[in-house]
């Protein structure tokens, strides 16, 4: 059995420990409260934005439009958000796993990072890392979020890769962050309803329900769709709509990624902390039995030292 | 107060529902110009241009704004604006654009070319806008 030493040290290195891991699980839950109420606050716009491009789409079906119709690169450009920091549980690794095994070939693909956990364990697997934006995870500004979509729309326009794709953590709630892959460029319209479901933000769906029934008396969409008129004509407004279509699902998913992790972080303090609990308590029985099992034996050494002088 | 004129107004930025009420008349600018909304308009889509927003609320109460990108969706009794950026004139910095306009103006002088005579021009709209929309 171990000394008493060294169970008492073992001991306050845990409780220390936890201390740690309690703190950063209060920072994640506050963090976590201001993510969230900021996804919120952004979910009408992602909705509407979401709604337009789809209703144009579906109305000019295809057309010659760079956006729209396929490219002749393979590349892939694939935009992964993860984390700058660790201790988050799977949230980084659920990201990364899932790059990996989306069977995109990593010869073909270009990875435009944003945090930095990702883009190391990404270049491990052998993924090339074209462009790190890491430092916009910490403080997403919806700017940084055109910046980068400009970057990437421009090797795209250039012709350099082929199909744009967005890895990111969505947030569905607090206990639970689904890991995302969805294809952004080109738009066809079979994948857009798809994207929307599969993407972008689950709780837009409301958006999008009631904004649909606010068109004028939309029995059928057909009906809706044809009332409306663009200015300037279709093909040239989603010109226009799709770099900002695209920047808005980058912020968006963004602020969700942000929310995913501190949520992440929160549940795997949490459940450390708890560990933590477990380990003291465990140790603290130990200490206590060590601690009666020396009294026991000095108690025998003083008795058969007494015994010894009075025989 | 129920005007029937009235048609209902949302200003949505990735961040915050900027405005949501009741207008009787919007008016903006876009890139095929200057237009005017009143309640039953046609349905309409169109893409915003830097220029000021005029909310007319009731006859007399006029509210403005900032517009800078963004694009607008109107229906018969419900415009939204779906706008990246904009910005009421107490929040604008009159210092910080009045710079962007002369530097601006300076790009634009020199003759740069192509992209950047493009970029220094949407620059040059969008200080203007921000200048005159303070001064309001």
């Not at chain 1, 900021?38 to 789409?57: P, Q």
């Not at chain 1, 270009?110 to 890392?129: M, N, S, T, V």
């Not at chain 1, 500004?141 to 980068?148: C, G, K, R, T, Y």
Request: proline fraction near 3%.
């Amino acid at each position: 059995m171990a000394s008493m030493r060294d169970i008492k040290r073992r001991k306050t290195s845990i409780q220390s420990t936890q201390q740690i891991t309690k703190a950063m699980k209060l920072v994640s839950t506050v963090k976590l409260q201001r993510a969230k109420a900021r996804a919120e606050r952004s979910k009408t716009y992602f909705g509407a934005m979401y709604d337009t491009v789809h209703d144009i789409i579906a109305r000019t079906g295809h057309m010659d439009n760079p956006y729209v119709s396929e490219r002749d690169s393979n590349r892939k450009a694939v935009i992964v958000i993860t984390s700058n920091r660790g201790l988050a549980g799977g949230y980084n690794s659920n990201i990364v796993k899932m790059v990996a095994g989306s069977g995109l070939d990593r010869k073909e693909v270009d990875i435009y990072a944003i945090g930095k956990k990702g883009r190391d364990l990404l270049k491990r697997r052998g993924f090339e890392i074209k462009v790190d934006h890491s430092e916009v995870i910490n403080e997403p500004l919806f700017s940084d979020a055109m910046h980068i979509a400009d970057e990437v729309l421009e090797s795209y326009r250039a012709g350099e890769v082929g199909e744009l794709w967005l890895a990111y953590t969505g947030f569905k709630n607090t206990v639970s962050h689904i890991p995302t892959l969805i294809k952004l460029l080109p738009v066809d319209d079979e994948t857009v309803p798809g994207e929307g479901d599969g993407g972008s933000d689950d709780s837009s769906e409301t958006d999008k329900k009631s904004s649909a029934g606010s068109r004028a008396g939309s029995d059928e969409p057909k009906v809706s769709l044809s009332l409306m008129n663009y200015e300037p004509e279709e093909t040239e407004a989603l010109e226009l709509i799709i770099p900002k279509y695209v920047s808005s699902l980058i912020y968006g998913a963004l602020i969700e990624a942000v929310a995913s992790e501190n949520g992440a972080r929160m549940q795997a303090m949490d459940s450390a902390t708890s560990n933590a609990e477990e380990m003291i308590g465990t140790l603290e029985l130990q200490y206590n039995r060590a601690r009666q099992g020396h009294i026991t034996q000095e108690l025998t050494e003083i008795i058969g030292g007494a015994e010894a002088l009075s025989s | 107060m129920a005007d029937e004129r009235a048609f209902k107004l949302r200003i949505i930025t990735p961040d915050r529902v900027f405005y949501e009420g009741e207008a009787i008349m919007v008016e903006l600018r876009t890139t095929e110009g200057e237009i005017g909304v009143l309640k039953n308009h046609i349905p309409l889509t169109c893409i915003v241009a830097p220029g000021i927003l005029r909310i007319r609320e009731s006859d007399d109460v006029t509210k403005t704004a900032a517009l800078i990108s963004g694009f607008v969706q109107i229906l018969q009794d419900e415009v939204t604006i779906l706008a990246e950026v904009i910005e009421w004139p107490e929040e604008i910095d009159v210092k910080r654009a009045e710079e962007a306009r002369i530097r601006a103006e300076r790009r634009l002088a020199e003759k740069a070319s192509g992209t950047n005579l493009k970029r220094a021009e949407l620059a040059l709209q969008r200080s203007v806008a921000r200048i005159e929309a303070a001064r309001k």
